[in-house]
């Protein structure tokens, strides 16, 4: 998957857990709902300082809107080898 197809779907997937419609993130990260909107739908990508209010009003790192379940699942096995190790 394209990372912009990851970010896009990351950030819907996050939202939805939040229970934050596109206006409640927008109000968040100091934005307008039509923008949100159109990062969703992959019209427009966000800048650096807005992908970091977008995380911020997430409440999860930035790091994580670029993340597939591959490589959570890689960081998991990762942290469980580590701790096997100790």
């Not at 300082?49 to 990762?78: G, S, W």
Request: aromatic share 10%; charged share 35%.
């Amino acid at each position: 998957m394209e990372l912009k197809d990851v970010f896009i779907k990351n950030l819907k997937d996050y939202r939805k857990k939040e229970k934050l419609s596109q206006m409640q993130l927008a109000e968040k990260c100091d934005s307008s709902t039509s923008y949100i909107g159109e990062i969703e739908i992959g019209k427009k990508f966000p800048s650096i300082n807005m992908i970091q209010k977008i995380a911020t009003a997430l409440r999860i790192k930035p790091f994580q809107l670029f993340m597939e379940n591959e490589d959570y699942d890689f960081l998991n096995n990762q942290n469980k080898e580590k701790k096997s190790i100790l």
